[in-house]
């Protein structure tokens, strides 16, 4: 599996596109929020000559789905969400309106994701890991073959998710990381919501948060 991460909107979103040898693709958050930042994913999609299969998202928080509408409109392919963070999507047009900023509510139905469940494209098979703390349906997607992690805004190079929005709770999300995403493999690479990249094994010896777990 190969990854190309993007930079988004005015709050740095990492969006990721994973794809394999076969050209299929997903999309991982599509936080963009102008259309100069949708050409320039459509456009690496299309010189890469990937096919979009599904779009997925690691939780509700409007910086990583300012694009999503549009995005399920331009490529019609199925969106998988945690429904518990529905509160989150069906409210950011609210929200990002508060803030100046514009976007589209999501009309799609979404496609549940609970712990566990295999989300595949081409040869590739994608892990979810609901991680609650930063949202309540926080969810990572690990891919165990190729040892990849996206944590989306649970795990950060050297830091951890806020808890102090609607639906967060630090002590779950200290649970979610020290329970399920420290238990993998210190290489498994981590692609995070926000910064840098990282692995666990680093994040497990230096990341501040985890100095008394």
């Not at 979404?110 to 494209?121: A, M, S």
Request: hydrophobic share 35%.
């Amino acid at each position: 599996m190969k990854t190309k991460s993007f930079y988004f909107n005015e709050l740095r979103e990492c969006c990721y596109v994973a794809w394999d040898e076969t050209g299929e693709c997903v999309v991982i958050d599509p936080g963009f929020g102008s259309d100069n930042e949708f050409d320039r994913l459509k456009k690496y999609i299309a010189t890469e000559n990937l096919k979009p299969v599904k779009i997925l998202l690691t939780h509700g928080h409007f910086d990583h789905i300012l694009g999503l509408e549009a995005a399920w409109r331009f490529w019609s392919v199925p969106v998988y969400f945690s429904r518990l963070d529905d509160i989150q999507i069906k409210g950011a047009p609210a929200y990002c309106s508060m803030l100046g900023l514009n976007t589209s509510p999501f009309t799609g139905e979404g496609i549940d994701v609970k712990d566990g469940d295999i989300i595949r494209f081409g040869n590739t098979e994608l892990e979810a890991i609901a991680t609650p703390g930063h949202t309540e349906g926080g969810i990572c997607y690990f891919c165990r073959k190729d040892a990849v992690l996206f944590s989306g805004d649970t795990l950060f190079a050297g830091s951890i998710g806020r808890t102090d929005h609607i639906g967060g709770d630090y002590e779950k999300l200290m649970g979610s990381i020290v329970n399920k995403l420290m238990k993998l493999d210190g290489e498994v690479s981590v692609f995070p919501g926000h910064g840098p990249s990282t692995n666990i094994g680093y994040e497990r010896s230096t990341n501040p948060f985890l100095e008394t777990y």
